[in-house]
C-alpha cells in the first residue's frame, strides 16, 4: 500500500455542523489520494463524558440526565446536517442505547478502567455522524472500528501499544477499506485489548492514533487540521506575538511537546520520526495556507519558544537516613515515579535533596508519595505552580515570560532554560 495520508481532526474542527462540512470540503480537496480519516469526539464531549464519568461512579441522579443532553447534542447536529437523518439518527442512538446499559453496571473498583469503557463513547458517536454525513454528501467510506485496530495492553487511560498486532490489523483492516474506493474513517484516541475491553491512548491521544496508522502503513503524511495557523512559537492565548514556525525538525517539535507545547500529542512524533513520515500542522479555517511542517530539516527561523504549563506540583525529597543522593537512592525513586508513571517535567538534585516538577496526576501522585514516605524519605511539595519552558532563550524572552514572579527552580542547558515559578 503506497502514498497513503492520513489525516486527523480534533474536537474543534468537528465540534458541529458548519465544522463537519468543513471538514466534508477539504476531502474534497483530494480527490484522488488514499486517504486515512483520523477523528477525535465532538468539540467538548470528552470532558462531557468525563463528568458522565463522575456522576456515574457518584452514583448521581444526573446521570441520565447528562446522557440525554449529549444525545440531543448527537442528533441536533445529525438532522442540521442531513435531509432525512433517520439512518443516522437510528445509529446514534443504538450508541446511546449501548451508553445506557453499560452504566448500569455498578461501577468497578477500577477507575480508570471505567473511564475507557465510557469515554470512548465519544469517538464512537463523532465517527457514525461523520461517516454517515459524509456517505450522504457524495463521499463514500468505510467506517473502522479502532477498538479492533489499534491494540494495546491493559493499561487503561494509557494503552501501550503492541505495535506488531497493530500492524496487522490497521493493514489489512485499511487495505480493505481502500480498496472499495472512498476512505477510510476511525476513531482517533481508542484501542482495545486483547480481549476486546477497549482502552484510551490518553487525553489528546487522537494525534497519537493518527501517527501509529501513519507508521504502521509507512504513510507519506500526516496532517493534523487545526484551529491555529501551524506550530506556534508560544500559546497565542498568553502571548499575543506569538509568530508561526514554518519548517520544524523531529528534534525541535520534540523538546517543545515534551515540556508541554500543546498542540501536538507527545506521543505522536516517535513514530513519524522512526520513518521519516512528515507531519504537516494546517489550519482548517484556511487550508490553502502553508501550516507548518514537522521533517527532517533545519529549523526555519530560530527564535525564543515559550511553553507554559500550569498545575505543576514542585516535590523535593530528602533521604531521611542522610545519605547522599546517589545512584543509591535515585533507583528507588525513579522506579516509584515509572510504577506511578509520574512525568518528571524537570529535576534538579543537591547532596541531600532531589527536586522534582511534574504534572498534578491526583490519586498517583499521592500514592507516590505515600510510599516514597515508607521509604524513608522526607518528602515537601509546592502546588500549583508553574512551569516556564524557554528553548532558544535570550534575556529579553526570560524578562518577557518570567518578569517578576517567584522563582523556586531554575535551569539551563545551552538551547532550553526553565523556571518553576508561583503562579
Ligand atoms: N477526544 C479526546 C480528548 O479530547 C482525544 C483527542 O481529542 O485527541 O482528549
Ligand atoms: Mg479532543
Redesign the pocket.
Known sequence: MMNIKVFKF??ASVKDAPAIENLQSILRRYPDDKIVVVI??MGK??NFLEKVLAAYHDNSADVPVLVDELQRQHVSVAEQLLPDPGGVVDALCKLFTQLRERLTISPSQNYDFDYDQIVSF??LLSTTLISGYLNHAGIPNMWLDARRLVRTDSTYREGRIDWEITARQVREGVEAGLSQGGVVLTQ??IGGTAENLTTTLG?????FSAAIFAHVLDAESVTIWKDVPGLLNADPKRFDDAVKLERIPYEEALELTFYGASII?PKTLKPLQNKQIPLYVKSFASPDDEGSVITNCRLSTVIPSYIVKDNQVLITLFPKDFSFMGVDNLSIIFSLLAKYRVKINMMQNSALSLSICTDNVGDRLKKCMAELRKNNYKVKYNAPVQLITIRHYTPEAVEKAVGIKKLLMRQTSRATVQFVVEP
Open positions: 480534533g474536537g477525535s469526539a464531549t470528552t465519544g469517538e482517533g484516541f487525553r489528546e491521544g487522537s494525534d500529542h
